[in-house]
């Protein structure tokens, strides 16, 4: 075990928010071996990198084209990092897994895609369903990927009533209670989450991360 | 060149180059920010209306490079749509400058407007983009309808049938998407202008439930018009293609409209006004719409009164007023709602930003969509007014009230005044506004004038001369 090098933490903290894949990537290798451990810089530079980034976002200092190519960046090199710790016996685990989709008759995904973007570079694992999802599918992919959170997102009132119907049919097939619900979208409110037995409600991105860090800490 | 073009678009958009989504995403951004250091554009947030045409051209060049180079994305193929320069330049130089929109003595023209020229701006108005109850819409368009400087009509949505939601590709849809249209003509007629233009029943999200609405008696007529939407960003389906084929197969009206997000895809005000202007080209060359709905939004705030958002309508306005001959409108969507100070400061700041830049006038969105029946014909007024008496000024006036204009509201956005809903500040009988919501607009309709728009001496001259 190795601490993390200055140079190594600094640049990859500032390829990481550049989105400079190809040297975030060198640096990780750098960082390996020099005997850092894969989980500690998650912990100690990735992690905290991407609050920030998400942060700016939320500020409205960066841009959305910078927030993906953070994102991506930090996918690739979390994918090497998880490489590393399953090939020498170590459990990678996520946050948690989170089935997300815009619902049924609704094609408007690109607060979906915000949302996705940061839960997987906070460490969530990100099963994305696209959009118009139906309530089945939902359903389908919540039990094939033993997820924990099931995140909604809706922009029109027109296409708001299928938050219900989603929650709904899982009642109906006594899964309910085996999930979480949130919700999110330009049409939701509290009050709307309140009114369909939602779990959470998020107004924005950065907030859906911190709701779905939450529910993870009751489930 | 054909006029109807569906065949070459199907045919490309089956042959044309195979792209992800995700990466048409990624490549929209990369090009953008390039064009955007390419052109040498800049936001300045001290100058919201800028005066430089050189930009200006420059921005409409960077447009047509992303449309040409990018293409649009058809998500139901996973391709691109191409379309060369040349073709570009020949389909942007055959777009009608006027467009007559309505029937008989409530028709008017919508006209592509100069930059600091004297046509007048036209105004379209009604609840589009703020949602209603199905109790209290019929009030609202006809508040909207029978404000005297209100040009036109956008019938608005309405989520409920008979208090039942309306699934889209239900029957629901089908008897609300009727509804919606009926109630809007009702409007028109109890306002005393049955010939007065709807632009589209905003409520149905499925082609049919669109096609359901056209009804000569009772809905929408062919001197009426329907949104063809692009989706964020330059993308479209075979399902907005066909709703064009349709509407153009009939005669009747196409609005292309267009959302981008500052902030979004095309990063902050300059990549957007990049991305907007080639959103005009699409709905040029893949929708051949009679008039453009230009509703950007931040993506915070859902707004475009911000400085960004005021500076994106200023500068694209300009770059299409000196470039194409197309007639284009902006849709001034705010964070306040009725009821509320904070919306007529908005409103007006709108309406100053865009009619010396080329726009017509559309409004008002109100509450960023947040909030039911927050939205009145009163404001609706308020734009009509402030527009006319800003007729002729130059671009640095402009920019000089709407940096005034600003004060009076920016520091709300992040805890806005959604205001009140319609029953609130309009009588349900008289369909008269009340008197706490016309204090409100009396008081800054005084201040407004005090900054030196003739706001009583402006509309007369635009309406008798």
């Known amino acids: 075990m190795a601490n993390i090098r200055d140079e190594i933490r600094e640049g990859l903290r500032d390829a990481l928010t550049n989105g400079d894949s190809e040297r975030s990537e060198k640096l990780t290798y750098n960082a390996l071996e020099q005997g850092v451990l894969p989980l500690d810089l998650i912990q100690q530079v990735i992690v905290p990198t991407l609050t920030k980034i998400g942060q700016d976002f939320q500020d409205f200092a960066i841009f959305l084209p910078e927030l993906m190519a953070s994102g991506d960046t930090a996918e690739k090199v979390t994918a090497i990092l998880e490489e590393v710790m399953v090939s020498s016996g170590q459990n990678f685990s996520s946050l948690g897994i989170v089935v997300i989709g815009t619902v049924e008759n609704d094609v408007h995904d690109i607060g979906k895609n915000i949302v996705s973007t940061l839960l997987r570079s906070h460490g969530f694992k990100v099963i994305d369903l696209g959009r118009d999802v139906a309530p089945s599918a939902f359903l389908d992919a919540a039990q094939k990927e033993k997820a924990d959170i099931i995140a909604m997102s809706s922009l029109m009132t027109t296409t708001r009533p299928s938050t219900r119907s989603t929650i709904n049919l899982f009642t109906e097939v006594n899964q309910r209670g085996q999930y979480k619900f949130i919700i999110g979208g330009g049409c939701i409110t509290q009050d709307w989450a309140n009114e369909i037995g939602a779990d959470g409600y998020a107004p924005d991105a950065a907030s859906a991360v911190e709701l779905c860090k939450s529910m993870m800490e009751v489930i | ?465």
């Not at chain 2, 490549?27 to 554009?41: N, P």
């Not at chain 2, 490079?65 to 996973?78: I, P, W």
């Not at chain 2, 007065?196 to 000569?216: E, F, R």
């Not at chain 2, 770059?319 to 009725?338: E, F, K």
């Open chain 2, 1 to 465: 060149m054909q006029k109807n073009l569906s065949p070459m678009i199907v045919n490309r958009s089956e042959n044309g180059p195979f792209m992800k989504e995700p990466d048409f995403e990624r490549a929209l951004s990369k090009r953008t920010a390039e064009l955007v250091k390419q052109y040498g554009l800049k936001f300045n947030p001290q100058t919201p209306i800028p005066s430089d045409d050189d930009m200006a051209d420059r921005l409409y060049q960077a447009g047509v490079d992303l449309f040409v180079e990018l293409g649009v994305f058809n998500q139901t193929t996973e391709r691109r749509i191409l379309f060369t320069r040349e073709e570009v330049e020949d389909l942007m130089g055959m777009v009608r400058n006027k467009v007559v929109l309505g029937v008989g003595k409530d028709a008017v023209v919508m006209r592509h407007r100069e930059v600091e020229g004297s046509t007048p701006a036209v105004v379209l108005s009604g609840p589009t983009g703020t949602p209603c109850s199905e109790k209290n819409h019929p009030l609202i368009l006809l508040s909207c309808a029978q404000e005297p400087l209100v040009d036109m009509l956008g019938a608005g949505s309405v989520s409920t049938y008979m208090g039942n939601p309306i699934i889209p590709g239900s029957p629901l849809e089908i008897l609300g998407a009727r509804r919606d249209a009926a109630v809007a003509r009702d409007a028109v007629r109890k306002a005393g202008r049955p010939g007065m233009h709807i632009s589209d029943v905003a409520m149905p999200l499925t082609c049919q439930g669109k096609m359901a609405a056209v009804d000569p008696d009772f809905g929408l007529r062919r001197s009426d018009a329907f949104l063809v939407s692009q989706m964020v960003e330059l993308k479209t389906s075979y399902d907005q293609l066909s709703r064009a084929a349709y509407l153009q197969g009939i005669g009747m009206h196409i609005v292309d409209l267009m959302t981008p997000l500052i902030g979004g895809l095309g990063g902050g005000a300059e990549g957007t006004a990049v991305v907007t202007i080639a959103c005009h080209i699409l709905g040029v060359v893949l929708y051949a719409a009679s008039y453009h709905m230009m509703s950007h939004t931040h993506m915070r705030w859902v707004n475009n009164t911000d400085r960004m958002g005021l500076w994106m309508q200023s500068i694209v306005g300009q770059a299409l007023s000196r470039n194409t001959p197309i007639p284009a409108l902006n849709d001034i969507y705010c964070v306040s709602g009725a009821g509320a100070e904070e919306l007529l400061w908005e409103v007006a700041a709108g309406a100053v930003a865009g009619t010396p830049s080329g726009m017509n006038m559309q409004g008002a969105g109100c509450t960023g969509g947040f909030k039911t029946d927050h939205t009145t014909g009163l404001e609706a007024r308020f734009i009509a007014e402030v527009s006319h008496a800003c007729l002729g000024i130059t671009r640095q006036e402009a920019n000089e009230l709407v940096v005034e204009l600003l004060s009076h509201y920016e520091k709300t956005f992040n805890e806005p005044n959604r205001g009140m809903p319609f029953p609130e500040v309009y009588d349900e009988n008289t369909v008269e506004p009340k008197e706490i919501w016309l204090e409100k607009y009396n008081k800054v309709r005084d201040a407004v004038i005090k900054m030196g728009l003739d706001l009583d001496g402006g509309w007369r001259k635009v309406k008798h001369g």
